[in-house]
């Protein structure tokens, strides 16, 4: 069987390197060009461009994968049975969709018809979902609505992040692929229709959604902190205490990225949502609308990461100190 794998991000990786150690006749990644990264702004090259020049696979990195010259001239003349996508960041056009004898399948971080779009597993984990999952699918001209091939759950632990999940998720749809062409293979893929009724929409995510906003639950924030790992990432500001001469007295406030925390029971205090009612060695204990929130590991503006606790010495920060 002649494949053509499409992916760019992460979670393609997985599935890539399964299908490489395959006995798969696989003809060429497509995936995104290079991009500019970091503070130097250096053209880096997508994680599943590394693999495949590893493994000495042809690589192509259309701007468009739309292009009809490239259509016509690359894809088309390979002949492909199968396209595989996997977290590849463009939509694919009709031309593309219909190439394949198979045709073109998706393998989708959620459990469809639930988290359509592209940020499924942070809104999972921001809306304190309990399990997700993987779906393969075969594509159609939609965003991710067509007929289901195989799909199973996995559950959501209350310490996954955005990262750690899509790892896990990636993990697990190497293993579905590889069913998935097994049963390509005896031309035996089942189809299911997605009840189109039942559909949500996991939209892109914005730097504004990284704010916290403590009038929140301690969950509902503790939620927001691992869904958005790492980026945009979720942050508040805090109080930054200067000295001249004996005294200390409050300057401007100084953005703060959280980066891990858990919900914890502790005693309730009659201060607003957003102070501080505990410095531990465990870290920063924080009041919610509902519930406190242990802070553990955080990274001041321009600083690097550091341990609550580190932080609050550094900072001179007492209990009774908001973050806004």
């Known amino acids: 069987m002649r494949v053509i794998f499409m992916g760019t991000d992460k979670f393609a990786v997985s599935p890539l390197r399964a299908i490489i150690n395959s006995n798969i006749d696989l003809l060429c990644i497509i995936t995104q060009p290079d991009r500019p990264r970091g503070r130097g702004l250096k053209d880096v090259p997508p ?19 739309r292009d009809k010259g490239f259509v ?69 001209e939609g965003e991710d609505t067509g ?52 559909a949500t929409h996991a939209q892109k995510l914005t730097k504004e959604e990284g704010l916290i906003a403590w009038e929140k639950t301690a969950f ?36 703060l990225k959280i980066w891990e925390s858990l919900p914890i029971e502790y005693t309730k205090s009659q201060l607003a949502p957003g102070a501080i009612v505990g410095i531990q060695d465990k870290g920063i204990i924080v009041d919610t609308g509902s519930g406190s929130l242990l802070i553990r590991i955080v990274q001041p503006a321009n600083k690097s990461k550091m341990s609550a606790r580190d932080f609050a010495n550094g900072y001179r920060l007492k209990i009774g100190d908001k973050f806004q």
């Open 47 to 65: 994680p599943l461009k590394e693999l495949a020049l590893i493994k000495g696979l042809a690589v192509f990195q259309p701007e468009k994968v």
């Open 147 to 198: 007929d289901i091939i195989l799909q199973e759950n996995m559950p959501i632990e209350i310490v996954d992040t955005s990262e750690t999940l899509s790892q896990k998720l990636s993990d697990f749809a190497a293993q579905l692929i590889l069913k998935t062409l097994e049963l390509a293979k005896k031309d035996k893929l089942p189809r299911q229709h997605q009840d189109h009724t039942k």
């Open 72 to 140: 016509q001239e690359v894809l088309k003349k390979m002949e492909p049975d199968l396209i595989i996508v996997a977290a590849y960041g463009q939509i694919l056009p009709k031309s593309i969709l219909d190439l394949p004898r198979i045709g073109c399948i998706n393998l989708h971080p959620s459990l469809l018809p639930k988290y359509r779009g592209a940020a499924p597993i942070q809104r999972a984990i921001i809306n304190g979902e309990k399990e997700t999952g993987v779906t393969v699918m075969f594509m159609d």
């Open 220 to 255: 509902e924030i503790h939620n927001l902190i691992r869904g958005t790992i790492p980026w945009p990432g979720a942050y508040t500001s805090f109080p930054v205490y200067l000295q001249a001469g004996s005294l200390w007295y409050k300057n401007e406030n100084i953005q």
